[in-house]
């Protein structure tokens, strides 16, 4: 099933596909983490969307033998999008800091691919303004219902302070953040406000109230990480968290 939000740290989910001389029984795959192949201690759940069926099927894959390398039964040719989920942390549930998600879209033909690269983000734990080590208050929901922060009622401008605070990949990591607004209703539809980059592992913004129908999105990004957070700003919301994630 496809990753709640949350911070994730990483790099980018990619699939690497070439071309084979010919129909292959089987794929190679390899999971990747900050470009070295990845064995994880916890075993990594496959699960793959069909396009073609609309649905979510089995993968069905085994341990190879190399560091990081698994073998994918190859399914019927279309178009399909794999989700590797990995909960590497046990002191916490499934796709919270420590665990690893990836989302990977690759094509099923006659010759091809020759084998996938998964590059997997790694959650990270934000600090402000939600803790995402425990379930965020308003994860999932719509715009309506999504909790809001508040402007403050005696303030110079109708603006409400927020700040986003995560704890550091590495020593010396430097981030690259940006600010857009999204649609409530049209899926991707957004304009940027604002981007910059920063050695910080907090970063604060003076948000005027939501338009009608958006929300704002926070996004950083590093060479192995990136996040994104939602929110909503009004004169009269609760000062409550939205919700969060970090991805890559």
Known sequence: M???????????AAAVLALAPGAEARIPLELRFDGQALDPQAP??????????????????????????WI???????????HVSIDENPANPRRFPGDY??????????????????????????????DNGRALEGMLTGCATQPKVETPRYAWGPTARVEFAWEPIVAGA???????????????????????TTGASAVAFELPPSAEGEHYKFRGTTASACWTRACRAGRTARPAPACCSWCS
């Open 44 to 69: 990594p759940d496959f699960t793959c969307f069909s396009y073609t069926l609309s649905r979510w099927v089995a993968c069905r894959v085994q341990k190879g033998d190399a560091r990081g390398a």
């Open 101 to 130: 998600e990836a989302q990977v879209p690759f094509e099923v033909t006659d010759t091809g691919p020759a084998r996938l690269t998964v590059d997997l983000p790694r959650l990270i734990h934000l600090l402000r303004p939600g």
């Open 174 to 196: 430097e981030y690259r953040v940006s600010l857009a607004a999204a649609s409530c209703g049209r899926s991707g539809a957004e304009r940027a406000i604002r981007s910059e």
């Open 72 to 82: 994918l039964e190859r399914p019927a040719p279309g178009k399909y999008r794999m």
């Open 2 to 12: 496809p990753p709640g939000p949350r911070w994730l740290a990483a790099g980018a």
